[in-house]
C-alpha cells in the first residue's frame, strides 16, 4: 500500500514552533492594538482577478505562482498569495471608502507555488498591517514605526536592516519605465531570458532581478531618483527626516523595485544584515490599488512579514505547563479520576489520566510524557479521599486531601 505523503512545501507545524508562532501572533497583537489598528479577516480565496488586475500581469506571483482553478460554477478562483489585494477589495465590498483613515491589522495563511527552500513554503502564514488614508508619508511613517516596534519587541531588530526606496507616482514610473527600456534594449544581449520577457511587459522588474548577469547589467542602471517629481522628492526626504528624528536606522536601496505592480512612492524592506537578499517584512505605498478594483482614490500603505521566517530569527521561550498524571489502579476510579482532574481546567497545570493494571508500566508512561506529580487513586485513596502524590523529580510521596490538591502542588516545586 502506498504511503500517505504530505504536498511539497507545505507543513504540518508542532510543538515548539507551533507555541513560538502563537507568542510572535500575541506580540503583533499587542503591538497593533496599541497603535488602534483593528482585526480584518478575508477569506483565502477571491476571484482571480482581484491579484491578476493589481499584482501585475509581468509579476513573478502571476506569471507562476499563483494556485488558480475553476469552480462549478465556472468562476475562476485564486487562493490568495498574498493580504493586500484582498483587503482593498473588503474596503470596497464592507462600504468602508467613506470611513478613512482605516487601520487595520491581519494574520493567516498564504498560498504561491515555488520551489520549496530556506524560509520559502507554498502554504505559509503572514502577519501584517494596511492603513488606507489621504496620500501623504504620515501613514508610511505609522506603518514603519509599528513595524519597528513588533521587530524590537521580538528582540530581533538589532539583526536587521531596514532598506527604503521612492518609486515616486504613477507619471514618474512611466517615465523611468521607457528610460529603463531603453538602456536594457541596448544591453538585451546580456540580460537574463527571464529579463528579456520582463523588458516588454515591465523593465522595472528588471532591477529586483537576483540572476547575477542581470546584476551586472543593474549596476550601472540609470537611478530613479533623476526621474522623480519635485513632489515626491519632499515626500521622500520628510520621511527619512522623520525617520532619523526617531532613531530608525535605514539605508537607501535604489535598486530595491518590490516584486508586485500596485506599489508606488515609498517601498521598504528589513533585511538580514548578513544576508541583505533575505526579506523579513517588507511593504509600501500603494495610491492606485483600490481605485484598480473599482473603488474611489484612496490611498494605501501596509507591509507583511513571514511567520515561518520569523520563527527560525526569534528566541522566545515557551513556559512548559506543569503535567500532572492521574493513575487509577482499578477500571471503577476512572470517573473518580475525571473530577478530580475536571478541577484542574482552565488552571496552569496539563493532566492526563493513564489507565493499566500495572503501576510500574504507568510510572514509566509518566516518565515518558514528563509528568512532573502522579496522582494514584488505589481503593484505600477513592474510600478515604486522600490521594498519594508523588513528586518525580523529588521521589517525594504525600497524601493529599482532594480538595487541597491544587494548593499542595502550587507549593510543591
Not at 518609486?167 to 519605465?177: A, P, Q, S, V
Not at 523595485?257 to 517584512?281: C, P, Q
Request: hydrophobic content about 40%; glycine content about 6%.
Amino acid at each position: 500500500m502506498t504511503k500517505v505523503r504530505s504536498i511539497r512545501g507545505m507543513h504540518d507545524l508542532l510543538g515548539a514552533d507551533y507555541l513560538t508562532q502563537k507568542k510572535i501572533i500575541k506580540l503583533f497583537e499587542n503591538v497593533s492594538n496599541s497603535l488602534n489598528f483593528k482585526p480584518i479577516l478575508t477569506p483565502i480565496m477571491e476571484f482571480n482577478d482581484i491579484f491578476s488586475r493589481t499584482l501585475g500581469l509581468s509579476s513573478d506571483v502571476v506569471m507562476k505562482e499563483m494556485y488558480t482553478f475553476t469552480d462549478r460554477s465556472n468562476d475562476k478562483l485564486t487562493l490568495r498569495p498574498e493580504g493586500t489585494a484582498g483587503i482593498a477589495r473588503a474596503i470596497i465590498s464592507n462600504g468602508l471608502t467613506q470611513n478613512i483613515p482605516l487601520k487595520f491589522f491581519y494574520y493567516g495563511p498564504m498560498f504561491r507555488y515555488e520551489r520549496p527552500q530556506k524560509g520559502r513554503l507554498r502554504q505559509f502564514t503572514q502577519v501584517g498591517v494596511e492603513v488606507y488614508a489621504k496620500p501623504g508619508i504620515e501613514k508610511d511613517f505609522e506603518v514603519l514605526f509599528l513595524a519597528t516596534n513588533f521587530l524590537k519587541e521580538l528582540k530581533i531588530l538589532d539583526k536587521l536592516i531596514l532598506k527604503i526606496n521612492n518609486l515616486g507616482n504613477f507619471e514618474d514610473r512611466k517615465i523611468y519605465k521607457n528610460i529603463l527600456k531603453k538602456y536594457y534594449s541596448q544591453n538585451k544581449d546580456k540580460l537574463s531570458e527571464e529579463s528579456v520577457i520582463r523588458l516588454e511587459k515591465n523593465p522595472l522588474r528588471i532591477l529586483d532581478s537576483k540572476n547575477l548577469a542581470d546584476i551586472e547589467v543593474n549596476k550601472y542602471a540609470p537611478n530613479i531618483s533623476e526621474t522623480l517629481s519635485d513632489l515626491s522628492k519632499q515626500s521622500f526626504i520628510e520621511l527619512k527626516a522623520m525617520l532619523k528624528n526617531f532613531n530608525i536606522s535605514f539605508q537607501e536601496d535604489p535598486f530595491l523595485v518590490r516584486g508586485l505592480d500596485y506599489y508606488s512612492n515609498t517601498i521598504f524592506e528589513f533585511t538580514l544584515k548578513d544576508d541583505d537578499k533575505f526579506a523579513i517584512l517588507a511593504g509600501g505605498n500603494y495610491d492606485d490599488l483600490v481605485y484598480e478594483l473599482g473603488g474611489p482614490k484612496i490611498s494605501g500603505t501596509g507591509w507583511a512579514a513571514g511567520l515561518e521566517r520569523l520563527t527560525n530569527l526569534v528566541n522566545l521561550k515557551n513556559k512548559k505547563s506543569k503535567v500532572v498524571l492521574m493513575i487509577p489502579l482499578e477500571t471503577n476510579f476512572l470517573s473518580t479520576a475525571y473530577k478530580i482532574r475536571e478541577k484542574f481546567l482552565c488552571s496552569h497545570y496539563a493532566t492526563e489520566i493513564y489507565f493499566d493494571n500495572s503501576l510500574k508500566k504507568s510510572l514509566k508512561y509518566a516518565n515518558k510524557i514528563a509528568a512532573d506529580h502522579v496522582i494514584i487513586l488505589g481503593a484505600e485513596e477513592v474510600e478515604r479521599g486522600l490521594y498519594t502524590i508523588k513528586n518525580l523529580s523529588t521521589g517525594a510521596q504525600n497524601k493529599v486531601k482532594e480538595n487541597s490538591i491544587i494548593e499542595f502542588l502550587n507549593n510543591d516545586s
